[in-house]
């Protein structure tokens, strides 16, 4: 009598050789041949322990997603990223020892053995005849596909492999600026970042967050360890240039597995057409690749382009140095921004973040908080009139939502922005935040989670904030855990720790980190971060809980 799937048991072995490593099935550890430790994160070892109980068997995306994260939800990103990190580990660059299959799932190559079984290489060497047919196949497909390409000439590409899984991944690198003087710089990365925006939004591709992809910054290309380290099915590179009023892209697609040229293309147009440009970019990408776009061309011309011109450079002034000097910079720069042009968003929504600024950090005399709070949310919501499909606006509503203390409100902002912009990791970690302060910890850590599946080399904030949630779902042993992965954890992060420290009962480390904390902010206490958090930390209980465990870390009434 058959059975379904799910209900047969898996084959149980000790061990499984895998082509030069042995994966321990019990302890989940995965080792050279000569017992050398291999590092491999614990959802990825999961991922590998399920398909090693079923080996040369096709065990399909949702089986897998089930057996690791039963009752989280997760996108298919973070599984697409345990199977690049397994792949990392074994040296499989050809996915010869993890096969994937499209549409059905993936498959183990390899056989359960003890470590004198004379067969541990059977299914190593029926992988590598496997994928030699198919490399064959394949190789002939593309000969065909470049030859109809020279045929018609109009642009460079060749036939698109099958994509790793049901959508492709794609990494968008930073734009070369090979502009000179005072025109280098102009549009410094916005090339790149509307790509990435677009075609994130278009749900084409899984898009790999500007957080990682940019990391790759003026650093030669080598597609294979780019598509590895980020775990991608396809990278697209380009240039631009500004000389005086027009612009010049050049982009290219190219296939992160081999290599290969997909396809590529230039553009040369009046700097008035830059959202054009993007758009065609886009376009083609997705043709190529993924679904058909339709929709109606962006507007585009000079004064619009020169509101996001003054835009970005006002942001570039903040990030430069956080203070109230550069914010009342960025504030002056986004009104020339509306006086070029009244009519885009842009302007609006550097106020809205520079009257924000005011609001939680500088309380001008001319501007109490709450005035400047006030008037950050009408910056923000003639943004979102103007441009109703532009996630930077929402997201900044969201932010001087949560200010305000309408919490359910900065949350619908930030679903919202999210929505706009899927590839946008930053905007998932501070909606984490808003739901963490009303008590939905499950669905912040399972945002935290996709961001960190969307953006390989996350900031470190991302991991203090996993070490929030964490001690908010009062598991503070994993929080400390997620604290410890930061590169440098700073004075600022210091006082969650202290809170985590004070939740395990040791009261010294706690007082310890306090003290560090306490070093750039000597006025904290008690009676502060009560009138700090009131408003906002409406989870019955959480703000009690926070209070308590800075008491016991020693924070001053």
Known sequence: MSRKAPEIDPKSAEM??????????????????????????????????VLAARPDEIVSKDALMQAVWPDTFVTDDSLTQCIADIRRALGDDAHVIVETVPKRGYRLNADPSDAADPN????????????????FI???????????????????????PVPSSDMPRIAILPFDDMSTGAD???????????????LSRSKTYAVIARNSSFRYRDQPTDTRQIGDELGVDYLLEGSQQKIGDRLKVTAQLLNAH??????????????????VVQEEIIRTLADRVGQRIQRPLPRSDAAQVSALRYFLMGRA????????????????????????????????????????????????????????????????????????????AHNVRASIHTEAGEMEEAIAQYDQAIALNPSDSNFLVMSAGVLLLVGRTDEAIDRIEQ????????????????????????????????????SRIPSGAHRMLAGIYACLGNKREAKEALVVFLKDSPGDSISKQRRQWEKMYTAPGSLERWIEHMRFAGLPE
Not at 258 to 275: C, K, L, Q
Not at 318 to 344: G, M, T, Y
Not at 373 to 391: F, G, Q, S, V, W
Not at 451 to 471: E, R, T, V
Request: hydrophobic residues 45%; contains cysteine; charged residues 25%.
């Open 451 to 486: 961001a960190k599946g969307i953006d390989p080399f996350c900031p470190d904030w991302f991991h203090w904030q996993m070490g929030w949630a964490l001690y908010e779902k009062n598991d503070c042993g994993a929080a400390l855990t997620a604290m410890r992965k930061m």
């Open 184 to 198: 280098k710089g102009y549009l410094s990365d916005t090339v790149a970042e509307g790509i990435i925006t677009e």
């Open 258 to 275: 081999d290599g290969s040229h997909v396809w590529a293309n230039s553009y040369n147009r009046e700097i008035g057409d830059f959202f």
């Open 120 to 135: 541990a290489a059977a299914g190593t060497e029926r992988a590598k005849t496997r994928f030699s047919q198919r490399g």
């Open 16 to 49: 499984i050789s895998v082509d030069g490593f042995v994966f321990l099935t019990k302890s989940k550890e995965l080792r050279t041949v000569e017992g050398k430790a291999v590092n491999l994160r614990s959802q990825s070892a999961e991922v590998l322990s």
């Open 138 to 160: 394949l190789a002939a497909i593309v000969l065909v596909a470049a030859a109809i390409g020279a045929y018609y000439g109009a642009e460079i590409w060749r036939a698109a």
């Open 317 to 392: 002034e903040i990030e430069k140095d956080f203070s109230a000097e550069r914010n009342e910079l960025l504030r002056q720069l986004n009104l020339k921004a509306i006086e070029v042009d009244p009519n885009s968003q842009f302007g609006y929504i550097g106020l809205a973040w520079s009257y924000r600024h005011d609001a939680v950090f500088w309380h001008k005399q001319e501007n109490n908080p709450d005035e400047a709070l006030k008037r950050a949310a009408e910056y923000a919501d003639k943004a979102i009139l103007l441009a109703p499909d532009d996630a930077e």
